[in-house]
C-alpha cells in the first residue's frame, strides 16, 4: 500500500528522474505520517520517500532529513532560524492578505498556524502560478534565514519567510511554517528518521557505492529482517560516535554501509551523545544488579555534564548535554585547562562534570549558583562564579577511540593524561568497593560534599562507553531515596491557575506533563503548587505572561484531566523544563502520563509533588518520558514489595 500511495505521489509531484525533489513530495510523505500512531507504518513510509531521493537524486537526501528533523545542521553546529512567532504570524498574514489581528484571534482558537496558514493559502486567487518549491530550496532559504543579522534583519528574514509562502500551495505552506516554528509534529522522532535512513541505504544503494541492491526474492522475509537490523546496528553506532548527517550522507552515498563503521568513528570536534544512568531505589538494589562483577562508585556532582575536547590543532570545545556548544560560556575553564594536561596528550574527549566552586571556602556549590552564569559571549574577567571541573571518563586519548574500551581502561588513560589542579581540575571522587556498608558511608560523604549522591559503574564486564543510551550498566544513586522515591522527574508546565490570597495576581499552581515520545504528546502527571519562593512565582508569572507563552486553549498534543477543578485557566506554551520530587507514583482516575502502559484506561500521577529547580539544559521533549514514568511506577512497587497500588484522588 505504501509503494502505491508513494508512486502516485511522486507523479503527482511531477517529480522527474534526476531533478530537484519537489518539497510537495516530501509534504505529502509528511501527511501520510501524520496520519498514524503505529512507528513502523512511520519508518515505513520514511524508509520509501528516502529510497525513492537516493534512486532519483541523491543530492537531495542530506536536506530531506534536515527538513524531517526540524534540523538545519548538527546540534553542535547550532544553526537556529531565530524566528519569533510574532514574526511568523505577520508573514502569513501579510502574504495571505489576511488581518494580523484577526488571525492572532484565529491563532488563539485553533492553535496552529500552520494550519490556518493553510487554509489562507487555500481561499487566495492568484494573479500567476509560482514557480513550484523544491527541497533543497526550501532548505536553503532556511539556512539563508538562519545567517541574517545585523540591521533590519528581522525584516530581511521576514521577507524570506514570505518569499516561501508566496510559492507555497496545498499542504506545503502548513509544513513550511510548522518547520519555521521548530514544530513539525507528524510523528517524526530522531530515531525513526535515522532508522528510515539505514533501510533506505540498504535496500536502495546508492549508485556510487557499487553496491546492488539485494534481491529479496532471495532473502525471503526472515534474511531481508537480517539485512535491515544489520544496517540499523551500523548507521545507529556510528550517528552514535559521530552525530552529524552532514559527514555520515556524504560518506554513504560513495561508500557501502557496511563500511562507515570503520570509516567513521568518534572525532575531537564532534560531540558524543553521552551515556545516561538508570535510577535505583538504594545500595541494595545496586548489590543486587552489579554484586557478582567489578564495579565503582563515584561522587555524582550537582552540575552541569560538560564533554570537553581538544582538537588535532590545539584548539578546545565544550558541549553540554545536549550536544551544543558551550565553549563561549566556559572560557575561564579552557584557559585553565592546559595547567590540567600532561605534555604528552594531544586530542582527547573527556567526560566531566562542571560544578560551581567557591574558592575562598574550597567548596563545592549548588547547581542552582551554576545557573546564574551567563550563557553565551562570558569573557574571562566577567566570570564571577568559578567553576571546578569533575572528569569521570576519557572517550578519545590522542587520536584513539576509546569507548568500546572497559571503564577499568578508560578510567587508566584519564589518569594518564591528566594531573588534578587543585579549585579547577580534579577526578571524580571514586570507591570500588563492593562492601554495603563502605558504599553507606560513601553516600553520606557524598552528600556531606555537596552532591546529588553517587554515579555506580561497572569497571571490567559490560562495561564500555554505551552513547546516548540510559544504560544499566550506569546506576544512579540520589540522596532523596531516602525521602521516597529513587529519582527526581523533569516535567513540563503546560497549564496554569491563578493564585489566591497571598499569590493573588500570579499563578498559585501549575499543571505539569511527561512527554510520551511514541506518541508525541504532552500528558498530565500532577498539579503542583509546592516548592516555589513568593518571589519564584512573581519570575515564572511574568515568563509566561509574555509573549506567545500563554494560550487560549490547549494544543492538540496535551493529553489533560477532565475533571472542571483541574483544568487549568491558562494553557501554556511547552518552553521549559522543571525538575520535580514527589511522594510516590500512583494510577490516576485523572491524569494522563503513561496512560494504557500500567492500566489500560487510567494514567500515572505524583502525589505530593514539589518543585525542585528548573532544568536549563533539556528540551521539553527531553522531560522525562511516559515509558520512565511507567517504569518508576512499577519499580515503586516492586521494590516496596506492596501487592496493591494506591489510586490517587487528583
Ligand atoms: P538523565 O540525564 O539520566 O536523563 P538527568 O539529566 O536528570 O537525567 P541525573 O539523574 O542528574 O541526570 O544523572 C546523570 C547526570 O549526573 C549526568 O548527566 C551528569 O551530568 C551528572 N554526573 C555527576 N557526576 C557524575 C559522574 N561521576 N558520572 C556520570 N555523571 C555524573
Known amino acids: 500500500d505504501t509503494a502505491r500511495a508513494f508512486s502516485v505521489e511522486r507523479s503527482a509531484s511531477g517529480w522527474k528522474a534526476g531533478a530537484p525533489v519537489p518539497y510537495a513530495f516530501l509534504c505529502a510523505a509528511f501527511d501520510r505520517c501524520a496520519q498514524t500512531t503505529k512507528r513502523l507504518e512511520i519508518t515505513t513510509i520514511m524508509t520509501d520517500t528516502l529510497r525513492a531521493i537516493l534512486e532519483t537524486t541523491p543530492a537531495d537526501l542530506l536536506p530531506t532529513l534536515y527538513l524531517s528533523l526540524n534540523a538545519l545542521g548538527p546540534a553542535f553546529a ?19 492578505g489576511r488581518q494580523e489581528k484577526q488571525l492572532k484571534a484565529e491563532l488563539d482558537a485553533e492553535g496552529d498556524l500552520g494550519s490556518l496558514a493553510m487554509a489562507a493559502r487555500a481561499t487566495q486567487r492568484l494573479m500567476f502560478t509560482p514557480a513550484k518549491l523544491s ?40 509544513y513550511l511554517v510548522r518547520s519555521l516554528q521548530g514544530k513539525l509534529r507528524v510523528g517524526l522522532a530522531e530515531q525513526t528518521v535515522l532508522t528510515a535512513l539505514a533501510h533506505a541505504l540498504a535496500l536502495s544503494p546508492p549508485a556510487a557505492t557499487g553496491c546492488a541492491p539485494p534481491s529479496l526474492g532471495k532473502l525471503g522475509a526472515e534474511g531481508l529482517h537480517e539485512v535491515l537490523a544489520r544496517a540499523e546496528t551500523v548507521l545507529k553506532d556510528v550517528y552514535s560516535q559521530l552525530p552529524s548527517y552532514d559527514v555520515i550522507v556524504a560518506e554513504a552515498l560513495v561508500h557501502p554501509l557496511a563500511e562507515l563503521s570503520t570509516r567513521l568513528h568518534l572525532t575531537a570536534g564532534v560531540p558524543v551523545r553521552p551515556m545516561l544512568a538508570k535510577p535505583t531505589k538504594g545500595i541494595g538494589e545496586v548489590l543486587e544488579r552489579f554484586g557478582s562483577g567489578a564495579f565503582t562508585c563515584e561522587y555524582k556532582y550537582d552540575g552541569e555534564r560538560a564533554q570537553l575536547h581538544r582538537l588535532p590543532d590545539g584548539t578546545y570545545k565544550i558541549f553540554s548535554r545536549n550536544s551544543e556548544d558551550m565553549t563561549g560560556k566556559y572560557p575561564d575553564v579552557l584557559q585553565r585547562l592546559p595547567r590540567a594536561l600532561l605534555d604528552s596528550t594531544s586530542s582527547f574527549i573527556i567526560d566531566c562534570e562542571a560544578v560551581a ?117 550506569w546506576l544512579k544513586v540520589k540522596k532523596d531515596y531516602l525521602e521516597g522515591m529513587g529519582d527526581s522527574l523533569d516535567l513540563v508546565p503546560i497549564g496554569a491557575y491563578h493564585g489566591r490570597g497571598k499569590r493573588t495576581g500570579v499563578y498559585g499552581a501549575y499543571l505539569l506533563a511527561c512527554y510520551d515520545e511514541e506518541r508525541e504528546e504532552f500528558q498530565s502527571i500532577c498539579k503542583i503548587g509546592t516548592g516555589f519562593s513568593e518571589e519564584l512565582l512573581a519570575q515564572l508569572a511574568a515568563f509566561f505572561r509574555e509573549e506567545g507563552r500563554t494560550l487560549a486553549k490547549p494544543r492538540p498534543y496535551y493529553r489533560f484531566p477532565a475533571k472542571p477543578d483541574l483544568v487549568p485557566d491558562v494553557w ?60 518508576m511506577y512499577r519499580d515503586q512497587w516492586g521494590n516496596a514489595k506492596k501487592g496493591k497500588a494506591a489510586v490517587a484522588d487528583d
Open 357 to 473: 566552586y567557591d574558592v575562598a571556602t574550597a567548596k563545592l556549590l549548588p547547581f542552582q549558583t551554576l545557573s546564574t552564569r551567563a550563557k553565551k559571549n562570558v569573557s574571562t574577567e566577567q566570570v564571577k562564579v568559578q567553576v571546578k571541573i569533575f572528569a569521570f571518563d576519557c572517550l578519545l586519548l590522542n587520536g584513539a577511540p576509546l569507548i568500546k574500551q572497559p571503564l577499568s581502561h578508560r578510567r587508566a588513560a584519564l589518569r594518564s593524561a591528566f594531573r588534578e589542579v587543585p579549585g579547577e581540575f580534579a577526578f571524580a571522587s571514586a570507591s570500588d568497593s563492593d562492601n554495603a556498608e563502605e558504599i553507606a558511608d560513601f553516600l553520606n560523604d557524598a552528600v556531606a560534599a555537596s552532591c546529588e549522591g553517587l554515579m555506580v559503574k561497572t569497571l571490567d564486564v559490560d562495561a564500555t562507553y554505551e552513547p546516548s543510551k540510559r544504560s544499566l550498566n
Open 78 to 96: 547550532g544553526i537556529e532560524l531565530g524566528l519569533g512567532d510574532a514574526l511568523l504570524l505577520k508573514a502569513v498574514a501579510e502574504t495571505c
Open 135 to 174: 527541497v533543497r530550496r526550501v532548505f536553503c532559504a532556511f539556512i539563508e534565514i538562519a545567517q541574517l543579522g545585523g540591521k533590519d534583519c528581522q525584516q530581511k528574514k521576514r521577507d524570506k519567510v514570505k518569499a516561501l509562502l508566496v510559492a507555497a500551495v496545498d499542504n506545503e505552506a502548513m
Open 572 to 631: 501554556l506554551e511547552t518552553c521549559t523544563v522543571w525538575e520535580v520530587l514527589a511522594a510516590d507514583l500512583s494510577i490516576s482516575p485523572q491524569h494522563c502520563a503513561a496512560v494504557g502502559e500500567v492500566d489500560p484506561s487510567r494514567g500515572i500521577a505524583l502525589r505530593f509533588p514539589r518543585y525542585i529547580r528548573t532544568r536549563d539544559d533539556k528540551k521539553p521533549e527531553q522531560a522525562t518520558s511516559a515509558t520512565q514514568v511507567a517504569q
